[in-house]
C-alpha cells in the first residue's frame, strides 16, 4: 500500500513542471528553477547517529517542494527501519502574499503508519509589516498549522501539529555568511479524549560554522518527547549544501 501511494504522491509532484510546460508556448523559454539539497551526518548524545538529506525546489507556478529524510542508526547497527520522511508540495495563493497551501506526506519505517497533512504556511518574514524587522535581524520565522490528517485504516484527525520554523544569519556582512542559526519546532497536539489537550514538542536548534565554500561544522540542541527515555540531546557533525 505504501509504494502505491508514494507513488501517486511522486506522480503529482514531478508531474508539476510538466504540467506548467504545456501551458507555455513555444517562444518562451523554460521557467528558471532554484533551490537547494543538503546533507547532514550527526552524532547524538544519546548514543546514535543520523544522516539527513533535505531538497528544496522552486518550482514554476508559485510551486514549491521541500522534502526532509532522516535514518537513524545505533552504535551497533544501521537499520533502515528508522526511516523518516516529510514530502512537502506547498502553492502559493498570490505571488505578493505570504501564505501556502500544503500538503504533507509523512513516511515512517514500519506498516500502515504513513500520513497525509492538509494545512497552510505562514511566511511571517514577508509579510508587509513585519518585513523590514526580520530584514534588520537577517531572519527568517513561517509558521504551518496541519489541519487535517489522513492515515489508511484511521478516522482522519484534526489540527494535529503546528511546524514552527526560523533561521538567523548572524552579522551575514561582517562575517560573510560564517555562522547561522536555524532551526524547528514541531508542536505536536495530544486529545485525551475528555476536552483535554496536551503538547509533544520535537524539536532541533542548531548552530552552523562555515568552515570552507557551503561546508559547515553543526552543533544542534535536540527534544523529542516522544522518547521514553533521554528526551534531550546534543548533536555535531557537518552539513554540506549544493545551492542550485
Known sequence: MRSSISGIFFLFLFGLPSSTAICQTEKKS?????GF???????????????????????PKRFQ????????????????NSVYAEHNVRWALHKSKPIDLT????????????DFRLGFRWRAHAAKKLFSFFKKLNSSYSINPMFIQFRRNAIPKYM??????????????ALDRRIYIGGFIDQN????????????????HQLGLRIIDELYAILEYRINDFFTEDSYGLGYGLEYKIIF
Open 189 to 204: 497536539f495530544q486529545y485525551d479524549g475528555r476536552g483535554g489537550l496536551s503538547f509533544k514538542w520535537v524539536t532541533e
Open 65 to 80: 517542494y521541500f522534502s526532509l529524510t532522516n535514518y537513524q542508526s545505533s552504535n551497533e547497527s544501521f537499520d533502515l
Open 103 to 114: 500538503l504533507q506526506y509523512v513516511m515512517r519505517g514500519g506498516d500502515d503508519n504513513d
Open 30 to 34: 523554460p521557467p528558471h528553477l532554484s
Open 37 to 59: 539539497v543538503d546533507f547532514n551526518f550527526y552524532y547524538d548524545t544519546r548514543e546514535f547517529s543520523v544522516l539527513t538529506y533535505n531538497i528544496l525546489a522552486n518550482l
Open 160 to 173: 494535529t501539529i503546528i511546524e514552527h520554523v526560523y533561521k538567523i544569519n548572524i552579522a551575514p556582512k
